[in-house]
Structure formats: structure tokens, C-alpha cells
């Protein structure tokens, strides 16, 4: 492997495995996608790891021709903090889907991005667990007939984007499978951000839960439905970008921009925690069909990442103390005394 930077392209991360996803699976896509940007970043390739957990997206650490690890149902994000805890140099990614780290891997998930390790997060959204043959998902909507579910899901389903927000995640995005460009250009984004970066993919499971996100993709609705939110630049959408989104008090509404100037739009602000929370919640007001699905940057914040933090610690109490001695620790005069 060689140790020059950019002295790779994307079929050099091809590796002699046969991928093996579905036909016509989304997950191709962003295969393709990231192996694309990876040559564009300025990185090493011996020194990019992908680490997922369980799930049909969890199998793409053996589609890179890079280091990585297949771990355990929902916990990438502990094995990633573990590397980045002694490896901070390293571009980790995390490959994960919406059962793998919204229902079995949750509590690490949103501990992960409290703590803020620097890692990229790549959150597969399909709304159903696919490998294990299409039971419904913490994402899966209410009323969904699944395998599991057959007169209907009874759960309220997760909101990603709004969870990763609750949990403080210093970065949240969203993209989908079925626009390569927009994909491109998140993974990138995700990659600068120095911090914990959640990009959530939709993905199309064409087996178990065939156009989920169709209305958000296909070029008849595409534009009327989808929403591509840039910093500081006013939220506008539609068939011939004649819409536009105002925010009245906290309440986003649609108006038509042959009536209303571009100056009275929303403006788009990553650093705007409040107005983030705000936007990634829209589609989930039932009172206002006409709201369209955001994508692309939500939130974006500044803030020091937990090894970064560790590493200033240690050699802070290795400076005041010593060096610290594991053999006279443990011939030390500090006992348990066990009854």
C-alpha cells in the first residue's frame, strides 16, 4: 500500500470481494460515492479505517480497499471512540444503518456524539431491516405493513436528524443514494468537519421497502418535495424554484415567491441550533403536508473533540506527576477489603 498522499483513485479502493447487495440496492451508490471522494481528500490511504456493526450496510469495510473492521450489532461507535482514543490521526468512518444504530446501538450512538470523537458517521436510512429479511425499524413509519408488522407498525418512528440534534451532535447532515452529486459534496462536507459528523443516506431497499423516498428522487416529484439548504442562502424549492419557506414565529410555512420577496425567506444558518431543531422537524408537522424534506448541512458547530481532550489531560497529569508506574500501582498500599 503505498504512503503517498493522493497517490490513489477510486479503483484502487475496489477490493476482490464479491459485493454482495441486492440488485438494484442503494447501497451501491454509496459505495460508489465514497470511493469517488476518498482520493479527493488529501488523505493516506493506510491511514483510513471504516468500522461498521451489523446490517446490510455493515457490510462495506470489506468493499474498501482500505483498513477496517465488520464488528458487532450496534457497536462501531464504541470500537471507533476506542481507535480515535489511540489513534487520533486516523480518518475514521462509521458505517452504520437505522436498526444498527437507532435501536440495538442507541445508547452508544448518542453518547458517541455527545462526546464528540472525530469521526464520520454514514447513517444508512432505508426504514426497515433489510438483512434479516424486512422486519420494521426504529425509522419504519407508523402504519407500515412490514414482516413484523403485518396489520401495521403501531411505533412512532425516530426522526435521525432530530435525535442526533438532541444528542447534541456537533454535525448533522442529509443526503440520499439517487443523488450522486449532492452525496458527493456531503461526504466531503463530513469529512472537514472536525468533530462527530452524522450524514444520514436515504437508501432505497428495493427488496423489503422498494420507494420509501421515491417522491424525494424521481424527477416528476423531486423538485416539489426536496429542499437543498445552503449557508446563507434562502430556503427556496419547487418545479421552477418558485417557492419558498418564511418562518412565522417558530413555524415554518411555504408561500409563493411570485408574492412574496426572497428577502422575507428564511435564511439558512448552520450555526442556528434553535432554527436546525426547527427545520429537520418540519415533515413531521401532520397539519402541513406542503413542507418539503430538507437536505444538506442542518447544524454545524465548532467544539473540541473528546480525544483531542484526553491527550491534553494525560499530559497534564504526566507533567504535574510523573510518569506513572502500573507495577508499583499494583504493589501499592491502596487495598479493597472485601466482606
Given at each position: ?92 468512518w462509521i458505517i452504520t444503518g437505522d436498526g444498527d ?55 412512532h418512528a425516530f426522526n435521525p436528524a432530530a435525535l ?176
Amino acid at each position: 500500500m503505498s504512503t503517498d498522499i493522493n497517490n490513489f483513485t477510486a479503483k484502487d479502493l475496489i477490493t476482490d470481494q464479491e459485493v454482495r447487495w441486492c440488485p438494484g440496492c442503494g447501497d451501491y451508490s454509496i459505495l460508489k460515492q465514497v470511493q469517488t471522494v476518498l482520493p479527493e481528500l488529501g488523505l493516506k490511504r493506510e491511514d483510513i479505517v471504516f468500522i461498521s456493526g451489523i446490517g446490510c450496510s455493515s457490510r462495506f469495510p470489506y468493499y474498501m480497499e482500505t483498513y477496517g473492521m465488520h464488528s458487532i450489532h450496534g457497536r462501531a461507535t464504541a470500537i471507533a471512540s476506542g481507535l480515535k482514543s489511540v489513534r487520533n490521526d486516523l480518518s475514521v468512518w462509521i458505517i452504520t444503518g437505522d436498526g444498527d444504530s437507532l435501536s440495538i446501538g442507541g445508547n452508544h450512538f448518542i453518547h458517541l456524539l455527545r462526546r464528540n470523537f472525530n469521526v464520520n458517521i454514514l447513517l444508512f436510512n432505508n426504514e426497515i431491516y433489510g438483512l434479516t429479511k424486512g422486519q420494521y425499524s426504529p425509522t419504519t413509519q407508523t402504519g407500515q405493513v412490514t414482516k413484523s408488522s403485518p396489520y401495521g407498525a403501531l411505533d412512532h418512528a425516530f426522526n435521525p436528524a432530530a435525535l442526533c440534534l438532541g444528542a447534541d451532535a456537533s454535525f448533522v447532515a442529509r443526503s440520499m443514494d439517487r443523488d450522486p452529486l449532492h452525496l458527493r459534496q456531503m461526504l466531503k462536507r463530513t469529512h472537514e468537519h472536525q468533530g462527530a459528523a452524522v450524514l444520514e443516506i436515504y437508501q432505497n431497499c428495493n427488496v423489503f421497502n422498494d420507494g420509501a423516498f421515491e417522491v424525494f428522487t424521481e424527477k416528476t416529484t423531486k423538485k416539489g418535495n426536496t429542499l437543498f439548504v445552503t449557508h446563507g442562502e434562502p430556503l427556496i424549492f419547487g418545479e421552477s424554484n418558485n417557492k419558498g419557506i418564511v418562518l412565522e414565529g417558530t413555524t415554518p410555512r411555504v408561500v409563493d415567491l411570485e408574492n412574496t420577496s426572497t428577502n422575507d425567506l428564511w435564511i439558512h444558518d448552520e450555526q442556528d441550533r434553535n432554527k436546525a431543531n426547527i427545520l429537520v422537524r418540519m415533515f413531521d408537522n401532520p397539519s402541513d403536508d406542503s413542507l418539503p424534506r430538507p437536505f444538506g448541512v442542518f447544524y454545524s458547530e465548532n467544539r473540541p473533540c473528546y480525544e483531542d481532550l484526553m491527550i491534553e489531560q494525560v499530559e497534564e497529569v504526566t507533567n504535574k506527576f510523573g510518569k506513572g508506574n502500573l507495577d508499583a500501582l499494583l504493589r501499592g498500599k491502596s487495598v479493597y477489603e472485601i466482606k
